[in-house]
């Protein structure tokens, strides 16, 4: 071999090495962003969007290595149920007080989380209210525009 090809062999080794390493080292779009992740403890059973969610102290996280707009429950307790919960919206908000899950109260008497907000993540989710609340809601409305 000539020392021409032997130096462009050895130009091209240099030059996929350092692009390997370069992807090693680089963040990710995915990894950008730090995933969202803590604890709370239910102290009754809930429905979050399309589950039924039952009492006992969870870890969460929402961010990097979830699909898109979905929020990863994993119960603590011996059941140590897992749950998807898809995110109705997110939005960016401002450093505040601690973290809170709204659970709203629906015309049946059962509960439903509505929101969880992060803030100490920049963020606050928004998650809809089960099928048999919108239903609820939706009767409850053509009612009221029925005795207008």
Not at 9 to 14: A, K, L, P, V
């Amino acid at each position: 071999m000539t020392t021409i090809c032997k130096n462009r062999i050895r130009s091209f080794g240099y030059a996929v090495a350092l692009a390997l390493t370069t992807l090693n080292f680089a963040p990710s779009l995915a990894s950008g962003q730090e995933a969202a992740r803590g604890t709370f403890t239910l102290s009754h059973e809930v429905r979050w969007a399309n589950v039924t969610v039952p009492a006992g102290e969870y870890q969460f996280s929402y961010g990097t290595g979830q699909p898109a707009r979905v929020v990863r429950l994993n119960e603590l307790t011996p059941a140590h149920h897992s749950f998807l919960v898809l995110v109705e919206a997110a939005e960016n908000i401002a450093a505040a007080d601690g973290s809170r899950l709204l659970v709203k109260t629906a015309a049946d008497g059962t509960s439903y989380v509505s929101a969880m907000q992060l803030p100490e993540f920049g963020t606050a989710l928004s998650f809809t209210a089960p099928p048999r609340t919108l239903r609820q809601i939706a009767k409850a409305g053509m009612v009221a525009a029925a005795s207008r």
